[in-house]
């Protein structure tokens, strides 16, 4: 995982240069593909939060999710359209975690991000977001 300023966003495929809207199967990768997870959102909160609670700390690099959020609880936007920057997104359902971020990390992480491990979401408008780009209501 790399952190960027930027992502430019293609409208029904994902992010530009990621091995899922590219199609290439590198590393681990998902046997279980789906419409509604062109993009995963997680909240920076979470990682506060797994830190206080569970003793363990995590960087925005270490959640495998792309973007990393604060100030928006993002299970409230389930089913809802949004806007990233020109982007517009439609959220899908919230994101499950996989024992694979365990073996990665060497951390126990599984059950703490259990029920906040972000949110998937179709890109309905691509474009461009920024690291400054604020979230809002469609």
Not at 95 to 123: A, D, T, W, Y
């Given at each position: 995982?790399?952190?960027?300023?930027?992502?430019?966003?293609?409208?029904?495929?994902?992010?530009?240069?990621?091995?899922?809207?590219?199609?290439?199967?590198?590393?681990?990768?998902?046997?279980?593909?789906?419409?509604?997870?062109?993009?995963?959102?997680?909240?920076?909160?979470?990682?506060?939060?797994?830190?206080?609670?569970?003793?363990?700390?995590?960087?925005?690099?270490?959640?495998?999710?792309?973007?990393?959020?604060?100030?928006?609880?993002?299970?409230?936007?389930?089913?809802?359209?949004?806007?990233?920057?020109?982007?517009?997104?439609?959220?899908?359902?919230?994101?499950?975690?996989?024992?694979?971020?365990?073996?990665?990390?060497?951390?126990?992480?599984?059950?703490?991000?259990?029920?906040?491990?972000?949110?998937?979401?179709?890109?309905?408008?691509g474009g461009v977001?920024?690291?400054?780009?604020?979230?809002?209501?469609?």
């Amino acid at each position: 995982m790399s952190s960027d300023n930027e992502l430019e966003l293609i409208a029904g495929k994902g992010i530009a240069g990621d091995r899922y809207c590219l199609g290439r199967e590198e590393g681990f990768y998902s046997q279980k593909p789906e419409d509604g997870r062109q993009i995963t959102f997680f909240e920076a909160e979470t990682l506060d939060a797994i830190e206080r609670d569970y003793k363990i700390t995590m960087r925005p690099e270490d959640h495998r999710r792309n973007v990393t959020t604060r100030g928006v609880p993002l299970n409230w936007l389930v089913h809802r359209r949004f806007y990233v920057g020109e982007c517009l997104f439609e959220a899908t359902r919230l994101s499950v975690p996989c024992k694979h971020i365990e073996e990665i990390l060497g951390k126990p992480v599984f059950n703490p991000m259990v029920h906040r491990s972000g949110l998937n979401c179709r890109i309905l408008i691509g474009g461009v977001i920024r690291l400054e780009d604020e979230i809002r209501p469609a």
